[in-house]
């Protein structure tokens, strides 16, 4: 499974845009690709009070769609990207040496700015059953889309996934990260999908109605949480390459970390980068190096 998460700062896609970098589709080992934006609209008070517009969401959609379903050169036999990857159930080769791919989209569901999308190769299509989505706003008076969480759930096979896109509340100010934890708290609190009853046949299938009681949970998105230092000390850290001090204040790491954390209990993934709050745009350097622009550079 490939899930990934891309805060677009409000920029429209240009139609060219190549997203098979981003999706590692050279490889080739990845079944189920779960991807979740924000901003994928500016949030002006026009986007987030007014219909959900779509037409950004389905240009991310047809990229995802390009990207994932162009056919490149198979995999060598028994390949496994490097000893991390391996391909559970490889897709067959046709006669010309190109691996034909084949991705549907199992749901697609947009929130004012925030976007999820899942998608699966097209032979495990017939295997996923029950999809069904779930949005929860938390933004203006604690209830508009502008921040929150779009959830997706479905069964493939017998297993039950629940895969949570949030977008929580920003700011780096004392108090900000409460706000944070509290939009974690709603989202899970609030979020539900229909109750169907199981069959004597399949007891399996008896259906989840909230977030945690799926077997396979991913919560994904611009999660907005900080580094508890000031910023002279971080930037500091981050040129001398101190990444034990920055992880040791990360504030998610604290929520997953400490008995009572809005988030004890998760696992999170390794940290193999460097903090990304704020890139100059289209840099690898950070906003506030007088050298490369104005404030207007700015991007999260």
Excluded at 178 to 189: G, M, P, S, T, V
Excluded at 245 to 272: C, K, M
Aim: some cysteine.
């Amino acid at each position: 499974m490939f899930a990934s998460t891309w805060n677009v700062g409000g920029v429209a896609p240009p139609d060219d845009l190549d997203l098979s970098d981003w999706l590692d589709t050279r490889n080739g080992t990845y079944d189920i690709y779960v991807l979740g934006f924000q901003e994928v609209v500016p949030l002006r008070a026009r986007n987030v009070l007014g219909a959900d517009k779509n037409r950004i969401g389905m240009r991310w959609n047809e990229l995802v769609r390009a990207a994932l379903n162009r056919s490149s050169p198979s995999p060598s036999p028994g390949a496994t990207g490097g000893g991390e990857k391996q391909k559970v159930h490889p897709v067959r080769d046709g006669a010309g040496g190109l691996q034909s791919r084949d991705f549907r989209c199992v749901v697609s569901k947009q929130m004012v700015g925030i976007l999820l999308t899942v998608w699966v190769r097209g032979d495990l299509r017939r295997f996923v059953r029950r999809p069904s989505v779930s949005c929860v706003g938390c933004g203006v008076m604690g209830c508009l889309g502008n921040k929150g969480a779009v959830s997706v759930r479905f069964w493939l096979r017998d297993t039950s996934f629940c895969f949570v896109c949030c977008h929580l509340a920003s700011g780096g100010r004392e108090g900000d990260e409460a706000h944070r934890n509290a939009d974690a708290a709603e989202i899970l609190r609030r979020t539900s999908f229909p109750r169907r009853h199981c069959s004597s046949s399949s007891p399996s299938l008896a259906t989840p109605h909230k977030i945690l009681d799926h077997d396979r949970v991913i919560l994904l998105g611009d999660l907005n949480y900080r580094i508890s230092l000031p910023e002279a000390k971080t930037r500091l850290l981050v040129e001398r390459h101190d990444w034990k001090t920055l992880l040791d204040n990360d504030q998610l790491r604290g929520e997953v970390s400490s008995e009572g954390g809005t988030f004890n209990g998760w696992n999170e993934g390794a940290i193999t980068f460097s903090p990304t709050y704020k890139y100059h745009r289209n840099s690898d350097a950070y906003y506030g190096c007088a050298q490369l622009g104005s404030k207007g550079d700015k991007l999260k």
